[in-house]
């Protein structure tokens, strides 16, 4: 009795629910899928908000009302589809928000009927101001890689312009240059001109009544090609207070500009006993250089200086004994002196001057080391064991011996 009962009311939901449908049918708009019987124009009708596809019926036809047409839109950017029903008129409009330039392919069905058609949007005069995009900011005048200008001239509908664009150039040297370039895929783009000379390169460019902000581009002195190498002098004592001046100077680039600021400059040299020199330096105004102690036995140096790939080599330094003139020693009072002991060039030997002394007595052998002051030697002997025999004093190479009988 219960499935009984189930299976009644079942059967009276449905046939209420079928009721329902054959009440409401009259109400609905009915698709028409049956033939036209004529056969459509189309034509495209391209506005500044997109595009509009209008389906033109024959004179004295009307489109039968509630058609599904269904139109696609074949664009560089992708497919578009729009769907309407159809009004009882004579002409239909399918509008597509779409307003890139370039070729499109559009497709029509409705009823029985295909259309098939192909329109291009072309773009239109580039808008004020134009976007200059000018890399690097700054390059060397020897490079190999130019700077470059990439533009994207856009008109009102943010298509990318075809029009010619004029880009001047305005070197350091007051050269003006002009090319033309035009856009391809989306973009103009050239080479920029860097010349031979350092400063700033100007950029401006123009199409129709568009143009743009001035750019610029800083050029670099190129590596260094040429420059000078000098030192303070040519010959110097073993025993000099002086220092060594080696100065890399007139630094020029193969176009001859002054060689860029700050570059590094570096000074090498080597000579006997393992002495080793290596100092760094930045160019300012062309010019680096070192001041340098030398404190090395008599020989010959070479220096070196070097900035990028360029290096340069001075004449060899000649590091030369004081040579004094012939002087004496002799005792006062346990006390041991020397005359004033002069140069070559008749001064006296630089305070400070190692002095190096050795003792012989019957008993022992004593060695001691002083300096000089004033040019001359002023030494107290120390308690000796034994009797004085000999003293041995050396100074700047020469050597005096006293002996005691």
């Not at 040297?173 to 100007?202: E, F, N, Y």
């Not at 570096?266 to 006993?273: I, V």
């Not at 020199?277 to 036995?297: E, G, Q, Y």
Request: a positive charge; one cysteine or more.
């Amino acid at each position: 009795m219960k499935q009984t009962w189930i299976f009644y009311f079942l059967s009276i939901f449905f046939l209420c629910l079928l009721s329902g449908f054959w009440f409401l049918a009259p109400w609905q708009s009915p698709i028409v899928e049956t033939s036209l019987g004529f056969m459509p124009q189309s034509q495209i009708h391209l506005t500044p908000k997109g595009v509009e596809l209008r389906l033109i019926a024959p004179k004295n036809k009307f489109f039968p009302i509630n058609t599904v047409i269904t139109a696609w839109l074949e664009t560089p950017a992708g497919i578009l589809v729009q769907e309407i029903r159809s009004q009882a008129r004579s002409q239909q409009t399918i509008f597509f928000s779409y307003r890139r330039a370039g070729l499109c392919l559009y497709q029509v069905k409705l009823a029985n009927q295909t259309l098939h058609g192909e329109f291009r949007r072309m773009p239109q005069k580039a808008v004020h101001p134009l976007q200059l995009n000018v890399g690097a900011r700054a390059v060397r005048l020897d490079t190999k890689r130019l700077p470059a200008l990439v533009m994207h001239p856009v008109d009102a509908l943010g298509n990318v312009a075809d029009t010619p664009i004029i880009v001047r150039t305005r070197s350091p040297d007051g050269k003006v240059q002009k090319q033309s370039i035009q856009a391809q895929h989306l973009l103009a783009w050239t080479w920029l001109p860097v010349g031979r000379q350092t400063g700033l390169l100007h950029i401006s460019s123009q199409t129709s009544d568009a143009f743009a902000e001035r750019s610029e581009v800083d050029l670099l002195a190129g590596a260094t090609q040429v420059a000078r190498l000098q030192t303070s002098t040519k010959i110097i004592n073993t025993s000099s207070r002086d220092e060594l001046g080696i100065v890399f100077l007139e630094a020029q680039d193969r176009f001859g500009n002054p060689a860029i600021e700050g570059a590094a400059v570096e000074f090498s040299s080597s000579a006997a006993l393992g002495w080793h020199l290596f100092m760094t330096r930045p160019l300012v105004r062309s010019t680096a250089s070192v001041f340098i102690p030398i404190d090395l036995p008599a020989s010959q140096i070479t220096m070196k200086a070097q900035s990028e790939q360029f290096e340069i080599v001075s004449q060899n330094l000649e590091i030369q004994r004081p040579n004094p003139k012939q002087w004496r020693i002799w005792f006062v009072q346990q006390k041991l002196y020397s005359s004033v002991i002069q140069d070559n060039l008749g001064a006296m030997l630089d305070d400070g001057t190692p002095v190096s002394i050795q003792i012989w007595t019957t008993q022992q052998t004593l060695s001691s080391q002083t300096t000089l002051k004033n040019g001359q030697l002023q030494w107290r002997m120390p308690t000796i064991n034994g009797v004085l025999k000999k003293v041995r004093v050396e100074i700047a190479n020469t050597t005096q011996v006293l002996r005691i009988r």
